[in-house]
């Protein structure tokens, strides 16, 4: 496996992160979180949330790189 992660890998983990931050909230909003699991909830939706904006980060400075690549605006913006 390669050391430098391609940039389809990291456009779909991009993408796919943010999907998961927006269901997390999604059911964190929800009232089908029990009390005694909301506090662990809310600790994954930060990991989450932290794991994405690492990628955001490492998807910048690619972009810095590669011009052809979208803005991080325009790849979360558009409908795949």
Do not use: G, H, W
Request: glycine share 0%; proline share 2%; aromatic share 6%.
């Amino acid at each position: 496996m390669s050391d430098k992660i391609s940039n389809n890998a990291l456009i779909y983990a991009t993408l796919a992160l943010n999907s998961e931050v927006d269901l997390q909230r999604e059911y964190l909003e929800s009232e089908d979180v029990p009390d005694e699991e909301r506090e662990n909830e809310e600790e994954i939706l930060a990991d989450l949330e932290q794991a994405f904006m690492e990628f955001v980060d490492v998807y910048k400075s690619r972009c810095k790189v590669d011009k052809q690549l979208p803005s991080i605006d325009e790849l979360l913006n558009s409908q795949l």
